[in-house]
């Protein structure tokens, strides 16, 4: 098949698992296509979830239970927003500073084919973990455990970032994520050619009196 119907259009995937090879167009109809991707979206925030709860049993150190499970949370956080979004169900929410020093938030969507089982798994992990938290948080509201509150409320800050992000992208984002990436990247590259060309470098003269 010939893609030069839009000549001026770059066809550039998000990752290069993104491109679906020769011979297998009916991965979207597999029961997972990233299984291990799916394994390691659920394994850290179930883990710490368990840890949570059994934490008390193995040990009487708050310090080293609140170390391990804020460890498994880190985990999660970084492994959710930045592998099992993208190849999952196509999102991607980031951030990135401009010359001006603001922060900007960029919320972002790819068509593209997603399996079914996986998608479901992804949200359902998603939504289901900051309910959990949610409850513990709860308990410890009534059962005066402050403590621990502080725990929970570290676990619902970052479960809860990467929830809001995703559905920001899932029902918000306005731009696809190939063309909000170019005009990002166009951007940087129009400011940077804009000050060289009303700050251009002075030329040196270490070797003016060389001949």
Known sequence: MNNSAN?????VPLLDDDTIA????DNANKQFVHPYIVFFHLVF???????????????????????LVTLLLSADFWTVKNITGRLLVGLRWWNYVDDDGKSHWVFESKQSRINRNESRLFWMGLILCPLIWSGFFLICLFGLKFKWMLLVSIALTLTGANLYGYVKCKFGA????????????RSQILQNATAFMFNPTPPTTANAGVI
């Open 174 to 185: 306005k731009e696809n994520l190939q063309s909000a990436t170019t005009d990002f990247v």
């Open 22 to 25: 020769f011979g297998e167009e």
């Open 45 to 67: 925030r179930c883990a710490a979830i368990v840890v949570y709860i059994l934490c008390g049993w193995f040990s009487d150190s708050f310090i080293a239970s609140f170390v």
């Open 7 to 11: 000549p001026g259009v770059p066809q």
